[in-house]
Each structure stands twice: as C-alpha cells, then as structure tokens.
C-alpha cells in the first residue's frame, strides 16, 4: 500500500540547474498537490491539479512548472534552480468523492540550491 | 489570498497537561476543517477533522473546537503525551481540495 511515494527524498542542485520532483499516488485520486515547507511559514501550495490535463496555480508558483498526463503522477518542474528554493517539498493527493477528503501526503524531498 | 492565521508558534507543556492551538480563516470553499500532524521528516498526516454542523468533535484526547461565526476553530490535546510532540497544522480547503495551511505550531511536551 504504497500511497503517495515522491522521489528523490534528497537533492543537492547548482544555482541554474534544472530537474524534475516527481510524484505519483497509486490511491486513483484526482486531486494532487505540490507544496513547499520553510521554517515558520507552514506549507505554502505551488501548484494543484484537479485531474489529467488540468493544473492551476497556487501561492508560490513562480519558478515551477507542472503537468499531468496521467491520474497517478503529478511532477514538479524547478525550471532553473535558485537558493531562495531551497525547501522541503511535499505531494499530495485527495479524492472528489465528498467533502470530508483527506489528502494524503508524500514524505517529501529535501532539496538544497548551493 | 485566503489567509489562516495559526497560534502559538510553539507550545511547551508538561506530561498530562492541555495543549492548545488555535486557527482563524478568511474564508472557505467547503465547510471542512482539518488538523494535521506532521513528525520530523515526515509528510503531514491528518490528525481529526470537523464540519460546523456541530461545534466539537472528540477523538481520543483529540478534540475540534469550531466558532462558525468567529471563523475559529481550535485544536484541544487532553492529557498531553511526549509522543505527542510534533508539529501541527491548521488548514482551510479550497475548491479543488487545494489546502491554505497555518503557520505551524511546534509542541513539546516534556516527561
């Protein structure tokens, strides 16, 4: 039961450097999630998806990119790495169904922008 | 920006005591309120939940309280517990299940 599984769970990159979070959710959820967590600022949402083909912009969105083309896998996108993105980044899914929907959260990557 | 403004920062309590946090919102999408729990190096994990047909909701040692007209809801721990120590979030959904959380509350609750 592997739920939401994100890799790398760490990632040292070079200011410019480009790479792919990825995630992906094996529950059949239709909704995903990336967010960022730094000290004292709680988990701040970069971008969400409500099913394939389909993402929105959340708080912080500048300097990711996302897409989905497949309901189980949701990656993040740095485009070129700078040390303000020097964060925890987490993945998350949830489901339609109601209103009462947990999301279930990856155990996040750690990435350091040197 | 919805805006969910979470007190305190951190809490220190000692074993048996009442841990309490507390979280006001703008506004939301669903009327569903949920705290989460996340330990260190771990991905947050949701701890209990309310919906404002009613005003608290026990589980355990875990209790919601919610002021609809407030905006408020507050998160009591009974009998608090060193392996309660973790820090907790209030959050506030939006229409496609996007959450806006709180700031955090780091709880130590010490033996």
């Known amino acids: 039961n592997a739920g939401v599984t994100q890799t790398p769970k760490f990632q040292v990159l070079k200011t410019g450097q480009s790479m792919t979070l990825q995630c992906a959710q094996d529950m059949n959820h239709e909704y995903m999630s990336w967010y960022r967590q730094d000290p004292g600022m709680g988990l701040r949402l970069i971008h969400y998806s409500v099913g394939a083909g389909i993402t929105d912009q959340g708080e912080v969105p500048n300097g990711y990119n996302v897409s989905r083309s497949t309901t189980e896998d949701f990656p993040l996108r740095l485009l070129s790495a700078a040390p303000s993105q020097t964060s925890v980044y987490f993945c998350?899914?949830?489901?339609?169904?109601?209103?009462?929907?947990?999301?279930?959260f990856g155990q996040g990557t750690r990435l350091t922008v040197v | 920006q919805q805006q969910v403004k979470q007190s305190p920062q951190s809490l220190i309590v000692q074993k048996g005591g009442i841990s309490i946090i507390n979280c006001a919102y703008e506004?939301?999408?669903?009327?569903?309120f949920p705290w989460y729990q996340q330990f260190p190096g771990k991905g947050p994990a949701l701890l209990i939940a309310?919906?404002?047909?009613?005003s608290e909701k026990k589980e355990g040692r875990f209790t919601i309280s919610f002021n609809k007209s407030a905006k408020q809801f507050s998160l009591h721990i009974m009998d608090s517990q060193p392996g309660d120590s973790a820090t907790y979030f209030c959050a506030v959904p939006g229409s496609a299940r996007q959450l806006t959380f709180g700031s955090g509350t780091q709880l130590t609750v010490l033996p």
């Open positions: 506004n939301t999408a669903f009327d569903y």
């Open positions: 309310i919906r404002p047909d009613v």
């Open positions: 998350a899914s949830s489901s339609q169904t109601g209103v009462n929907t947990e999301a279930f």
